[in-house]
């Protein structure tokens, strides 16, 4: 009887483990479970904040930078007197090319908002007009010198301030002591626009031409062309050294230690912050070499440094995923080392290779740091007809807008982040496809 207790207690006891482990692992399997729905919801919401950050980002961009595409213009009736120019006979090209188009451009102006001799109500008038209005009238001219003597309805850009309050950047409710448009000018304009005389157009200066210390003036050409120059710079130079440099490392070097330690430094390379890059071009191309300042020769090679690295790793990758039975089907034909590799593997890396070229110009593209450090942080007016001659490149550009004062500046600002980030997104849409279509599995 003893013996038959004994034994249902121990099955009693070990029902109650097994039940006791049957809890306590699906105590644990809930926990797991609930530890997985957590770890989700946790990289949703990263995901979610990521999201509404970029769209945050691109939506102040594209809301303060769209309004820099159209400049506001004034409508005024110039009257090209040939006295009020200093003209007079048959004027040839360079006697038009300093003539008076200022006076005759003021002149006009009193005339069309009635001021009278009062130097401060002119002041206020003339300061309605970009600087350079009387510019714009030059070039009219020397395109058409016929137009000497008559009367002709231009559309000239307006100043700075103006086209700021208009675009509705200042407000009209400001006391007139802290707006940079006085009611004057308030009432002029009012009465202008009430006449068809105020309008918004493409803002074509922003595209074509240099810097200026007049917002209404300044643009990006320069700074197009340049980064333009930059790029081909970096093309030249990196991609041919760079695929060399891979198919030497994957094909022909020595596996021994001396090779173990490039590879190493390549990667390191890699890594290594822009602007030390900027402090060896300073160092080589401008201190020894004496090259010239500000030129995006020096910066293409200073980012052909930097990029060579990235093209280097990346051709070898290409070059490590074609199959060793295309090298051992070409060699077993008789070709020599150097057709298999010319005929055989390159073609079948290039898409490989093209993708890191691009992404590593790319990345190039962006870089400020070294371009600083090189001196192409200069004031260009006029658009480099060579890679020699003076430029800056649009992250520069960008830097040096954010840094000025004036209103005005915010939005072209914008507006030129918009144009970097359309070509960075236009080159790494290109490196994506191209890969798409010309990349073969084996």
Not at 127 to 144: F, T
Not at 246 to 270: G, M, S
Not at 416 to 442: C, D, G, H, S
Request: net charge positive; charged share 20%.
């Amino acid at each position: 009887m003893t013996d038959i207790a004994a034994d249902s207690f121990s099955i009693t006891s070990s029902d109650a483990r097994a039940r006791n482990a049957r809890a306590l692992d699906s105590s644990r399997l809930r926990a797991r479970y609930g530890a997985e729905k957590r770890f989700r919801v946790y990289g949703a919401a990263a995901i979610v904040f990521g999201l509404v950050f970029l769209a945050w980002l691109f939506g102040s961009l594209v809301i303060q930078g769209t309004g820099a595409f159209r400049q506001t213009q004034i409508r005024v009736a110039v009257e090209l007197d040939a006295g009020e120019l200093g003209l007079s006979g048959t004027p040839d090209r360079e006697a038009l090319e300093k003539a008076e188009y200022q006076a005759a451009l003021r002149a006009s102006l009193r005339k069309t908002l009635g001021v009278g001799s009062d130097r401060g109500e002119r002041r206020d008038a003339y300061a309605l007009l970009s600087n350079g209005a009387d510019l714009e009238i030059r070039s009219r001219v020397l395109a058409d010198p016929s137009l000497v003597g008559k009367t002709i309805n231009l559309w000239l850009t307006a100043g700075a301030d103006v086209d700021t309050m208009l675009k509705g950047n200042i407000s009209r409710d400001v006391p007139e002591n802290k707006r940079r448009v006085n009611n004057r000018q308030i009432a002029w304009l009012d009465k202008l626009a009430a006449d068809g005389r105020v309008g918004r157009h493409f803002n074509a200066n922003l595209f074509t031409k240099g810097a200026s210390s007049d917002a209404e003036l300044a643009g990006m050409g320069v700074a197009i062309v340049g980064s333009l120059y930059m790029m081909v710079v970096v093309l030249l130079v990196a991609l041919p050294i760079g695929v060399a440099a891979a198919v030497y490392l994957e094909e022909f070097a020595p596996r021994n230690r001396w090779t173990d330690v490039i590879e190493v430094n390549i990667n390191n390379l890699a890594a290594v912050p822009s602007i030390v890059f900027g402090l060896l071009g300073l160092a080589i191309f401008l201190n020894v070499f004496g090259m010239p300042r500000s030129a995006p020769v020096v910066g293409g090679l200073v980012l052909a440094l930097m990029t060579l690295p990235v093209v280097i790793i990346a051709t070898r990758a290409a070059i490590k995923a074609v199959p060793p039975s295309i090298r051992e089907a070409a060699l077993g034909v008789g070709a020599s080392r150097m057709q298999v590799i010319t005929h055989h593997v390159l073609p079948l890396a290039m898409p490989g290779i093209l993708t890191g070229t691009i992404i590593g110009m790319a990345r190039a593209l962006g870089e400020t740091a070294p371009l600083l450090l090189v001196g192409m942080v200069a004031f260009v007016v006029s658009q480099p007809a060579t890679p020699f001659d003076p430029a800056t490149a649009l992250p520069v550009q960008i830097y040096m807008w954010a840094g000025a004062s004036e209103r005005a500046f915010v939005e072209r600002t914008s507006a030129a982040i918009l144009i970097l980030l359309a070509f960075l997104i236009t080159m790494n849409a290109t490196a994506v496809i191209l890969r798409r279509k010309f990349e073969r599995r084996w």
